[in-house]
């Protein structure tokens, strides 16, 4: 709907020109061409393939998130003209380059089965039993391939075939669960959500606890802090808001 | 009881598609039973390995219907017997592929209950994946 | 039958005057994940019989899954790449001094083994096949073809049965022992280790560590392998043939190769119950349990506890543990 005789898709153009505000046009120097969905578009070289797809005049309601590279959202998969070779990247941490065809994936198809801690056995055949399909894993290393955090996914896929909960915790660390490997897979695994399952089952059962948290709850729960807790209770919006302020400053600015 | 059949081209084609598939020749087979005689787990099957192979042979692909292929063990029993020389696991797993390359496996691992997912070691789900999963 | 250079009776390519073992022979070692998880006490026997006879098993860095059984279609390559990738494995333990010039890859998980020789084998075959696999798995090192898959069995064949018996501390006397190969120890004939129709070696085995070893006419019969995903009472019904028969023969105890084949012969016991109330038990255990148990070593390297039928009554009668 128009207003002011400004169209929303001028709006959005203008808002996908703010990433580059201050700069004329004219003055950029290098220019790339890139396709987003089969459609050509020439973007400013130093963009991000998420500035670049908002700069071409797209409005991102999906496969766009934190733009921080950690919520998994943005997952881009891509070729390169002239090659074959299938790549993936985050959106919004990759630069475009020229020739890049691209599309996103805003979401992976996948039942996400939650382990009860409490009562699952903390053994290889607790994983089977949720995710018999990692049985057909065939080592082929397209997981590995198409992971954009370039993790090593077949071999935590190989550690949950062999028990290992440690190893497929400690591999799947920094998955950001954007769900490429899952699409790819030959043997259809869940590798992203098999690995966060193993997580959970490892933080219960098999790493070392925190001792300094559980001395912590041990002091709470004897009312260490509760005097502490009462005191902050009572005090008045205008305390709280002095005392903060006051906290402010004397931080270190970043 | 006696079954007439013509052999057309369709049969001749599905006899070249698995003898390829198996990289077997399967005309060479003389019919002499010793594979059956040989297979653990005829006794569980609907024909024997020796009809699945004239099957094969005149091209029937009223085959891919029957269930021998499918409780196959892939022991090899048959294939260190067989007088000619042929590799009958081969063309069982020819057939069997034919299925599972259509996307329709032969049992779903969701359906295998709770209580045998904690007795079943892995080697028993990868090679049933293998065999009966696509 | 097959001309003598084709017996696979006869030893390795080395003789035993250049004999293939150093003191210290250090080897790779593919386990398989059975051998991690529900079989960990075929692993742990083997572990240890193999150090008293001065072979240590290194264990294959970063492997895979095997993912046996293996494809049998001409045209499938992407199920090769598994047990290739394994092979990689062994050549870069050579390459980075993990083992030295030791290309040979023993497994103990008879099914790991057939997989992964066949594989090797259609690959050798092979040229252009190899090269689609290698392009494959570009950020791989290329399988150079180096690698000769053996079986634990063939190890012990190769060192001489004499030496195996010298390290015999508790002769197992008055054991009746059937031994069982199942089918991919022996079968197809490029692949098996001994003869497929009336195959000796177990029974040899027996014999240097003192037991008494028992014919079994089902002893290369297979137990019904994957099948018991999908039926197991079939598969209950084929374990009551081979065990029933054993018995009749006089075995008091059955030893086998393959993780499969022990859970389809001693845990689907339950299931032979359920049809046959009369069935007696029947322990089966892993070769290398008995072996570690004639080479005195502690129970817990023996592993009988994680054996579903007990074995330890048996051997107790025996006078064989206390």
Known sequence: ??????????????????????????????????????????????????????????????????????????????????????????????????????????????????????????????????????????????????????????????AALKGDFKAVAEGSFECIQCGLCALRCPAEIVQYHMAQFARRMYGKHGSPKEKNAEKRIGELKRGKFDKEFERVMALSLNELKTIYTEQQKAREVY | ??????????????????????????????????????????????????????????????????????????????????????????????????????????????????????RLPQIALVSAGRKFTG | MSPAKNDPRQKSKDSPETSPFSPGLKIPYFPGCTLKTTAKNFETSALAVAELLGIELVELPRWNCCGTVTSLTSDDLIHHVAPVRNLVRVEEMNDNGAVDEETRLVALCTMCFNVLKRSNLRVLEKPEELEKINNFMYLEK???????????????????????????????????????????????????????????????LLEALGAEPINNPFKTRCCGSYQTVRDRHAVAELTYDILGRARKEGAELVITSCPLCMFNLADRQKEVVEK?????????????????LAFGLEENACGFDQNYVDARPLLKGKALIK
């Open chain 1, 1 to 158: 709907m128009a207003e002011n005789n400004v169209s929303v898709m001028d709006r959005v153009r203008e808002a996908g020109r703010a990433v580059i505000t201050g700069v004329d046009e004219k003055d950029i120097a290098h220019w790339v061409e890139i396709s987003i969905m089969g459609k050509a578009y020439k973007v400013p070289a130093d963009l991000t393939i998420m500035q670049a797809i908002e700069y071409a005049g797209y409005r991102l309601v999906r496969s766009c998130g934190c733009r921080a590279g950690f919520c998994g959202a943005c997952a881009t998969v891509y070729r390169k003209k002239g090659e074959y070779k299938l790549k993936s990247a985050m959106a919004c941490q990759t630069r475009v380059e020229d020739g890049m065809y691209l599309v996103q994936i805003p979401f992976s198809p996948a039942e996400k089965p939650l382990p009860d801690i409490r009562k699952d056995p903390y053994e290889s055949s607790v994983l089977l039993r949720y995710f018999p399909e990692i049985a057909r894993c065939v080592s082929c290393n397209t997981c590995t391939k198409s992971c954009p955090q370039d993790l090593q996914v077949m071999d935590y896929v190989q």
């Open chain 2, 1 to 118: 009881m006696i079954k007439k059949i013509a052999i057309t081209s369709e049969n001749v084609d599905f006899l070249e598609k698995i003898s390829k598939l198996s990289d077997q020749v399967i005309t060479k087979c003389d019919q002499c039973g010793t594979c059956s005689g040989s297979c653990p787990m005829v006794g569980e099957m609907d024909i024997t390995p020796a009809q699945l192979m004239r099957m094969v042979l005149l091209g029937q692909e009223e085959v891919m219907d029957s269930k021998a292929m499918w409780i196959c063990a892939s022991c090899f029993a048959c294939t260190v017997r067989c007088p000619r020389g042929l590799d009958v696991s081969r063309v069982a797993e020819a057939l069997r592929q034919i299925t599972l390359r259509q996307a329709v496996d032969h049992i779903d691992l969701n359906d295998i209950p709770d209580c045998e997912m904690k």
């Open chain 3, 142 to 204: 290329d399988y150079q073809g180096k690698v000769q898959v053996v079986h634990f069995l063939e190890l012990l064949r190769d060192l001489g049965f004499a030496k195996v018996k010298e390290k015999v501390q508790k002769t197992l006397r008055g054991l009746k022992v059937a031994p069982y190969y199942g089918c991919l120890l022996l079968r197809p004939k490029e692949i098996g280790i001994d003869d497929p129709e009336d195959p000796t070696i177990l029974s040899e």
């Open chain 3, 276 to 292: 046959h109330p009369g069935f007696e038990p029947m322990p089966v255990l892993y070769f290398t349990q008995l072996m570690a």
